[in-house]
């Protein structure tokens, strides 16, 4: 056990004489290249007794471990007749920081980039019991970034620790409780739990990844089961001070203080408090607000500072489905757990016509618009003063509760074979050092000046110093760069280095651009949309109404164009479904009117119908307004005698579970007529959102010029069957606009 000191560790020695006579002798401790300490030894027959050498002289040269230093020594103990033992540690103190309440190693502040990990092992169903198994899967971890990995209501066999120590990887076991009625709620659970907890912490001692425990997942108290728990943590720091105890992850869900024992809090909230971006039921700012880089958690941390005395870092965030691999990963189960969950949506997938090809796109947007909000996330838990972490949930599918594919690797624990799984892309926005931009928002106009905030959260082994460097660039012209004033980024803090301004009067058309940042090595990239101030596009010959009103259906018997464009409402749009910007929260099994399972846009960047509004494959933050606010319209009885389905020009993808055809925008024809329909709401939506009119711009150019000539049929009553609309506004000369009037 490493002494505070950081100069000389405290070793116990167990010595066990099995045989029928008392034993007198002597004993030697030694760390490799130290000092040899001799102490006398009795031990009756049959009997253990416990040698200690509370100060052994670790030399004038301490090696430290932490992340970034994995220094170990050997420490051998022998008796003179000959029996020996040797064990592994190294020198750490693991701690809170009195004054700011942030976890820290060796004196230097600690951000846990964690990752929860589900015991989920599906070639062998157990946990790898060699090294190699560790090795693997801790440098995928790794490899995106992850410096810590709880273990979710269970505790790993030894290798993990091993393997921990020589990669740097700091752990937190658990007890085996997950979500009990009452926690220590009866003598048999008081008497395992008691005896299981001591055993851990005695089992795993010489450990330095160790350096948390808790009693489980979710736990509930009564009957004096939180008192209980607060008298055994205090059993556990007797026997055990080098590590730090609380009471539960996430209790009550975050509602219960943690006792006045416990040494940390983690949680999904303080006592009430924010400490995630979202929720079950697609709560929470990341997909009810429109998209912004200035949210923390400031009060939830201050709180736990302030009425507990305690760090805090949050719990299971993210939760963000990613489409199933169902191209790649169903080979790789060789061992004893069958994929009947995949093979069930490729059987789906295969029922309903959708090709490989369409496959990978819904697996590569839904990877893409994951991978944002987890982005969100972590930013805005590296932008909160204070803050000792944030746990995910996570990096790695989990293969239960309905399947929850939430990862950039499978369950597995490799990384998915797709660009949104890049672990180097991730490690940006996920490292020791990370530059921020806090914005008020991504999408701008030309008349107005951009504002941002360049920051670093630096929790690496030292402080920096230097310039922050920005590029705003549409990837062939620079739009601006600069450098700011040297600034001095102290170690375990996040700090502002210059707010900068930067003009958009030069920025002519709809433009999306990168803006790079960073200080030497790290950098960091956001994406910026910048749209003409006020333009707005002619409605040309197209007649834009809410309904298949009877001038809509002279207009297309004439062989004109129309753009339905009715209130995104349920009342409307009978058949769609409630908005949402990020995909499903965890799984099929939340599934519920204000989380309906959908994953996200799916468009063609290079359709002409983007031609003024630039787009990816997928959702990003410009999307927000229309994905959030409008309504998905399921399309499913647009489909044609051979079985063709209507392809959207804007297709929102369904839950896996039931796949549907689904859309905010398509085009189609009646008869000799030409009919786009759009359930984004745009009317309502273009006049706080220049996203929004610039959409409704883009999509006006491309019905009115030749490119518009939809080819897939439908007629009015499946028209009508989906959009029903109301009368809101004044109606155009109907033969004006036959006529191609203005």
Same mark, same amino acid.
């Given at each position: 056990?490493?002494? #505070? ?31 040899? +300490? ?40 022998? /008796? !003179? ?41 599906? &070639? ?12 693997? &899967?801790?440098?995928?971890?790794? *490899?995106?970034? @992850? ?52 055993? @851990? @912490? ?30 055994? @943590? ?76 305690? $760090?805090?870092? *949050? ?14 990963? &169903? ?20 029922? #309903? ?21 987890? +982005? ?15 746990? /995910? ?22 990384? #998915? ?13 996920? *490292? ?8 008020? #928002? ?26 922050m460097f920005y590029r705003l660039s ?38 999306? /651009? ?17 749209y003409p101030s006020g333009e707005k ?25 129309? &753009?339905?464009?009715? !209130? ?23 599934? *519920?009117?204000?989380? $309906? ?7 063609? $960047? ?124 004044s109606r155009h000369n109907v033969v ?7």
């Amino acid at each position: 056990y490493p002494n #505070k000191d950081l100069k000389s560790a405290a070793v116990e020695v167990d010595v066990q004489n099995n045989s029928a006579e008392d034993y007198s002798g002597r004993l030697t401790v030694q760390a490799e290249g130290l000092t040899e +300490r001799e102490l006398v030894v009795s031990v009756k027959a049959g009997e253990q007794a416990t040698i200690s050498v509370p100060d052994y002289d670790m030399g004038a040269s301490v090696k430290l471990w932490s992340e970034f230093e994995q220094n170990l020594y050997t420490m051998k103990a022998q /008796l !003179d007749n000959g029996e020996k033992a040797k064990e592994k540690f190294g020198m750490r103190v693991f701690e809170v920081d009195k004054d700011t309440k942030q976890l820290m190693n060796n004196g230097k502040k600690v951000f846990l980039r964690n990752e929860a990990n589900c015991a989920v092992f599906p &070639l062998t169903a157990y946990a790898p019991m060699d090294d190699a198994g560790w090795e693997k &899967l801790f440098a995928s971890y790794q *490899s995106f970034g @992850i410096n810590s990995v709880r273990f979710h209501s269970w505790c790993p066999p030894d290798a993990a620790f091993r393997v921990a120590d020589r990669m740097g990887m700091y752990l937190q076991p658990e007890l085996s409780s997950w979500d009990p009625g009452s926690m220590f709620g009866d003598d048999t659970e008081k008497e395992y739990f008691t005896k299981e907890a001591h055993a @851990i @912490i005695k089992e795993y001692a010489n450990h330095p990844s160790f350096v948390m425990f808790t009693f489980g997942n979710e736990l509930h108290f009564a009957g004096g089961g939180y008192e209980y728990a607060d008298a055994l @943590i205090g059993q556990l720091k007797e026997a055990d001070s080098t590590r730090l105890y609380s009471f539960a992850s996430n209790s009550d869900y975050g509602s219960t203080k943690p006792t006045s024992n416990s040494d940390f809090f983690t949680g999904q909230v303080y006592n009430g408090t924010s400490m995630r971006g979202i929720y079950a039921g697609m709560s929470g700012f990341i997909n009810q607000t429109r998209p912004a880089s200035t949210a923390n958690y400031n009060d939830a941390i201050q709180r736990a500072a302030k009425e507990s005395g305690v $760090p805090a870092f *949050s719990f299971e965030v993210g939760q963000f489905q990613v489409f199933p691999d169902v191209l790649t990963e &169903l080979e790789k189960y060789t061992g004893v757990l069958e994929p009947r969950n995949l093979q069930l949506v490729e059987a789906r997938l295969a029922e #309903k016509g959708v090709s490989d090809e369409t496959t990978k796109k819904f697996i590569d947007a839904s990877g893409m618009l994951s991978r944002i909000g987890y +982005r969100m996330e972590i930013e805005a838990a590296l932008r909160t003063k204070n803050m000792s972490g944030i746990s /995910l949930l996570g990096i790695q599918d989990f293969s239960g509760q309905s399947t929850a594919l939430v990862g950039m690797m499978n369950a597995l624990g490799e990384a #998915k074979p797709y660009d949104f799984a890049n672990p180097e892309e991730f490690a940006t926005f996920f *490292s020791p050092e990370t530059a921020l931009l806090e914005t008020e #928002k991504f999408v701008w106009t030309n008349d107005e000046e951009f504002k941002g905030k360049l920051m670093l959260a630096n929790y690496g082994p030292d402080d920096m110093s230097g310039k922050m460097f920005y590029r705003l660039s549409d990837g062939k012209t620079t739009v601006a760069e600069g450098k700011t004033d040297n600034v001095e980024f102290k170690q375990g803090d996040v700090t502002t280095a210059e707010e900068i301004t930067i003009s958009l009067a030069g920025v002519k058309e709809p433009k999306q /651009l990168k803006l790079t940042i960073g200080l030497g090595d790290v950098e960091n990239y956001y994406d910026i949309w910048v749209y003409p101030s006020g333009e707005k596009a002619s409605e040309g010959d197209v007649y834009i109404t809410e309904f298949l009103d009877e001038e809509a259906m002279y207009v297309l018997g004439e062989g004109g164009k129309v &753009l339905l464009t009715p !209130d995104a409402s349920k009342t409307a749009l009978p058949n769609s479904i409630t908005g949402t910007f990020t995909t499903a929260f965890w799984s099929s099994q939340f599934v *519920s009117e204000s989380q $309906p399972g959908s994953m996200g846009l799916l468009m063609d $960047p290079e359709h002409p119908v983007f031609d003024g509004f630039p787009t990816e494959y997928h959702s990003n933050y410009q999307w927000w307004p229309m994905a959030k606010l409008g309504r998905p319209m399921v399309l499913e009885n647009l489909t044609q005698e051979d079985g063709t389905k209507i392809q959207p020009l804007v297709q929102v993808l369904d839950s896996f579970s039931t796949i549907r055809t689904m859309g905010l925008l398509y085009e189609a024809r009646i008869g000799e007529g030409k009919l786009m329909v759009s359930s984004m709401g745009l009317e309502q939506l273009q006049n706080d959102y220049p996203e929004a009119r610039a959409l409704k711009n883009s999509i006006l150019n491309y019905m009115n010029s030749d490119e518009f000539d939809p080819q897939f049929e439908v007629n009015a009553e499946q028209i009508n069957e989906s959009v029903i609309g109301t009368e809101t506004k004044s109606r155009h000369n109907v033969v004006e606009k036959s006529n191609g009037g203005n």
